[in-house]
C-alpha cells in the first residue's frame, strides 16, 4: 500500500461514510483561524494532512476502534498543534501544553465528556531529542504515526527544507543532516502505518535524502 498524494477534506470532516459519530466541521474552523495557520510547518497544511492520514489509518483499524475512539482520534489530531509559535525557541512540551489547552477551550458540546481522552492523545504527539514517548493505545499510536509520516510525503524536501528549517531557523544543508538522523530512528507502530511505508519505503527516503546532501555540496 502506498499514501495517496491526494484527500478528500470533505471525507474527513463531513464524515459521509459513517466513520465516526457526527461531523467535524466545528473543527475546521477552528483549524482555519488557529494562529498557527500560516506558521512555515505547523501550519494549516499540516494539520489536514495529519488528519487525512489520521483518518485512513482509522478506516484500517475501524473494527479495533469504536467511532466514538475515532472521533476523539481526529479532534486531536485537528488540535495536535494548536497555537504552535512556529519557531524551535518553545520546548516541545510546552507546545503541547499549549495545544491541550485548546481542546478544553475549543470542544464542541458533544466532546465536553471527551476532553481528557482528547488531551491524552495530543499529549503523545510530543516528540523529545529520542522521539515520541511510548504510545500507550491504538489512537496515541495513529497520531505520532501520523504526524511523523509527513517525512514521507512527495513533497517533503518543501516541508522539511523550506518549513521545518524555517522553523528551526537553520540551513538546508543541516536540516537534511538532521533529516538522516531522524530517519534512522524512524519507525512506524500501527498496522496501518507499517503496511504504507515499510522499512523499504524508509530506506528509499534515506538514499533520497543523502542523494540531494550529496549534491547541494557538490555545488555549493
Not at 461531523?23 to 505547523?42: E, G, K, M
Not at 485512513?56 to 498543534?81: F, P, Q
Not at 481528557?116 to 500507550?136: D, M, Q, Y
Not at 531522524?182 to 528509499?204: G, N, R, V
Request: charge should be negative; include cysteine.
Amino acid at each position: 500500500m502506498s499514501e495517496l498524494v491526494t484527500g478528500s477534506i470533505g471525507d474527513v470532516f463531513g464524515n459521509p461514510h459513517h466513520l465516526y459519530e457526527g461531523d467535524l466541521w466545528h473543527y475546521f474552523r477552528v483549524i482555519n483561524n488557529a494562529p498557527n495557520a500560516r506558521n512555515p510547518y505547523h501550519n494549516t497544511r499540516h494539520v489536514l494532512h495529519t488528519m487525512w492520514l489520521m483518518y485512513r489509518a482509522c478506516e484500517y483499524h475501524a473494527a479495533e476502534l469504536s467511532k466514538r475512539r475515532i472521533r476523539n482520534t481526529l479532534v486531536a489530531g485537528g488540535l495536535h498543534d494548536h497555537g504552535h509559535p512556529g519557531h524551535n525557541r518553545v520546548p516541545d512540551a510546552q507546545n503541547i501544553l499549549i495545544a491541550q489547552a485548546a481542546v478544553a477551550r475549543y470542544a464542541a458540546p458533544e466532546d465536553k465528556l471527551e476532553v481528557p481522552r482528547i488531551k491524552k492523545i495530543v499529549g503523545a504527539s510530543l516528540f523529545t531529542k529520542n522521539g515520541h514517548l511510548p504510545a500507550e493505545s491504538l489512537e496515541e499510536e495513529i497520531m505520532q504515526d501520523c504526524d511523523t509520516a509527513q517525512a514521507m510525503n512527495p513533497a517533503w524536501y518543501a516541508l522539511i527544507c523550506d518549513g521545518l528549517a524555517v522553523e528551526f531557523d537553520i540551513e538546508r544543508e543541516v536540516m537534511l543532516e538532521r533529516q538522516l538522523v531522524f530517519l534512522e530512528k524512524l519507525h512506524f507502530q500501527c498496522q496501518w502505518a507499517k503496511t504504507t511505508y515499510p522499512q523499504s519505503a524508509i530506506d528509499m527516503k534515506r538514499r533520497e535524502t543523502e542523494t540531494i546532501l550529496k549534491g547541494l555540496r557538490a555545488h555549493s
